[in-house]
Structure formats: C-alpha cells, structure tokens
C-alpha cells in the first residue's frame, strides 16, 4: 500500500497567517492527490484534485501543487472558519489511502 | 440539491453483521462511481470500498476483504454495505461518498454523505 505522510500533525495559526501543510507518498503517484476539508462532526469535504484543481466553489485562498512524491497545500489568509482537519488523499492505486490529518487550530 | 443519507449503524456484537444504506438524490445515481469511506473515532479516514457505475467494478480494502458486500441498486438509488463477522476494531463512523469516475471507479470522491456510525462491542 501506498503510504502517505502528512506533516505537520498539528498546527496553531492565527487569522490572516499564510498556512502550509505537506504531505509525502512513498512512492510515485504523479498528480493523483487530493485534499479534503473536514470540521469536527462533519464530513469531508473535497477542496482540491489532480494535486492542484481547486473544486468547484472553494475560496481561492486554498490552493495544492506538487507532483511525484512531495505535495503541498496551501491556505493564504487564513480566516476563522478554516479551522478544521485537512487530510491528503491518493488515487493512483488501489487501495485508495489517507494522510494522517492535520490538525489546523487558531 | 445533492443528498447521500446514510443509514443501518448501530451496536452489534463481536462477529454480528449489519447492512448499511446510502439514499442518495440531487443527482444521476447510475451515472457515478460510489464508495465507502470509514473513520474510528479520533482518527482518520480509511477507504473500505468502491463500485463503478453499473456495478461491473468493485473493490476492496485488505482489511474488510472477505467480510463485506458493497451493491447498488440504481433503480432505486441506493447504495449498499453488508458487513459480517464484525470485530471491535471496525467500530467506526461509515460514510457513503459519490466518486466522480462514471463508468470506471475513480478515486475522487466530491459528495459525501454525514455517516452512519457502527459501534462493535460486547
């Protein structure tokens, strides 16, 4: 199985801050990655695709790049309403794996 | 407006069985991929299963292999999970989510559903 590492687990930010999280796979899967926003009681929800495809609706302020291995999501300003756990996803090969979450608090 | 409501959690005991149901609407349920996507609590995301659209295509995940039965019936527009021999460390919230392949499964999952949750224990 492919492996995903996020990093980092948690972080603490304050409004406005520009926020970076990362996320490794252990080995090549191009740009089949995706990024998913999930609030505590909530469901995931889909932010970006293909590694850099903001989802249909979704503030301008996220944005994903990377490719191969080494990932990146990016939230700008980030504002009060992004706290939330934000998970990194692969879809070059079955099974379909997760990153281990970040944790984003303000 | 796009619906998926999930529903069958519960308790079962070590080695029961439980069938979970995703109603979905808002959308053209025989025209996508659908799957389920489990989460134990205080921890992350598993996927546990796929079906492409027709139901030609399905897919496991290693730990559930054997012991679950994803279907659909698109007439309907229902998603199913049968799940037997049910151990503790599937205690979980399930969630149906719809995949944006159509014929084929894809891996992208845009909708989700708020979850069912599945508690084993004795």
């Known amino acids: 199985d492919i492996q995903m590492t996020q990093s980092p687990s948690s972080l603490s930010a304050s409004v406005g801050d520009r926020v970076t999280i990362t996320c490794q796979a252990s080995?090549?899967?191009?740009?089949?990655l995706n990024w998913y926003q999930q609030k505590p009681g909530k469901a995931p929800k889909l932010l970006v695709y293909d590694a850099s495809n903001l989802e249909t609706g979704v503030p301008s302020r996220f944005s994903g790049s990377g490719s191969g291995t080494d990932f990146t999501f990016t939230i700008t300003s980030l504002q009060p309403e992004d706290i939330a756990t934000y998970y990194c996803?692969?879809?070059?090969?079955?099974?379909?794996?997760f990153g281990q979450g970040t944790k984003l608090e303000i | 407006e796009m619906l998926l409501v999930e529903s069958g959690g519960g308790l079962v005991k070590p080695g029961g069985s439980l069938r979970l149901s995703c109603i979905t609407s808002?959308?053209?349920?025989?025209?996508?991929?659908m799957s389920w996507v489990r989460q134990a609590p205080g921890k992350g995301l598993e996927w546990v299963s796929s079906?492409?659209?027709?139901?030609?295509?399905?897919y496991y995940a290693d730990s559930m292999q054997g012991r679950i039965t994803i279907s659909r019936d698109n007439a309907k527009n229902v998603l199913s999970l049968h799940m037997n021999s049910l151990r503790a460390e599937d205690t979980a919230v399930y969630y149906c989510a719809r995949d944006v392949g159509e014929t084929m499964v894809h891996g992208v999952f845009d909708y989700w559903g708020q979850g069912t949750r599945v508690t084993v224990s004795s």
């Open positions: 079906i492409s659209s027709s139901g030609g295509q399905i």
């Open positions: 996803q692969q879809f070059d090969y079955l099974p379909y794996t």
């Open positions: 808002g959308f053209t349920f025989s025209s996508y991929s």
């Open positions: 080995q090549d899967i191009t740009n089949f």
